[in-house]
């Protein structure tokens, strides 16, 4: 069955996707010479929090573009939909992607963020974990393209898993959890303490209620450039923003 997306932006040849955003606001957007348009998956704060353009991500993207003179539009799209993204003409950019999504890597620019994906089980389950490997004897929900994104281990262990569920919207994996869907979720930790928080948990309910397997190694992201000429500047001016207090104050800001 072909499923079928809301037409926001021009049909690509063979596949098209869903974009939050206005097509007559998009136009009006992309008149001026110094406006920079950022494609970025959907709602995972505190890095991307879609409501109202803001989370830590979000915010050095547009501050490190601010500085590049550009300002930053964001559009979204399912992650598993955003190493595409650059096949459409009015994009000028990706963001939270890497050579593992996308593999064209002379467009990608130097890791700009870092998450950490953890497995996350109910600790009245007294489910043991020990490696990537393991993972295959439980029922699992992740993330978009996690299957990519966390490389050969999990892809197998994830293939071999009795379910295996990629959610595009994050905020529903605690509540599967919680409801003894599955047994395991795959996701960043600050994200899930971000949706934790959300359903009214404070950190002492998280560490009752959950146990952390820190199974996985870090993740780097980096920004994918439909112009490949910005790609040195930008790295130069993510190099020296991280320098600033104001990136400091940007970290406390989102807890981070």
Do not use: W
Not at 23 to 40: P, Q, R, W
Not at 201 to 208: A, G, L, P, Q, V
């Amino acid at each position: 069955m072909k499923l079928k997306y809301q037409l926001l932006l021009p049909q690509l040849k063979n596949y098209s996707f869903f974009l939050v955003v206005s097509f007559t606001f998009f136009s009006n957007l992309i008149s001026a010479e110094d406006k920079f348009i950022v494609a970025v998956g959907l709602a995972k704060p505190p890095y991307v929090i879609q409501a109202d353009d803001s989370g830590f991500e979000l915010d050095l993207i547009r501050n490190v573009l601010k500085k590049m003179g550009k300002t930053a539009t964001f559009v979204y799209t399912q992650f598993g939909h955003s190493f595409k993204m650059l096949d459409v003409k009015e994009i000028d950019a990706v963001i939270t992607t890497n050579s593992k999504v996308f593999t064209d890597t002379t467009k990608l620019s130097d890791i700009y963020i870092t998450y950490q994906n953890i497995a996350i089980s109910l600790k009245k389950k007294n489910i043991k974990i020990n490696n990537i490997k393991e993972l295959e004897c439980f029922s699992i929900a992740s993330f978009q393209k996690a299957d990519k994104v966390l490389g050969k281990d999990f892809a197998d262990a994830s293939s071999k898993s009795p379910l295996f569920l990629k959610i595009a919207d994050q905020s529903q994996q605690p509540q599967l959890l919680l409801k003894g869907r599955i047994d395991l979720l795959i996701m960043d930790i600050n994200i899930f303490k971000y949706f934790t928080h959300e359903l009214n948990m404070n950190n002492n309910d998280i560490t009752r209620l959950f146990t952390f397997h820190p199974i996985f190694p870090e993740t780097h992201y980096r920004m994918a450039f439909k112009n490949k000429t910005y790609i040195p500047l930008f790295n130069e001016t993510l190099v020296k923003y991280k320098q600033t207090d104001e990136y400091l104050v940007l970290r406390e800001h989102y807890n981070l």
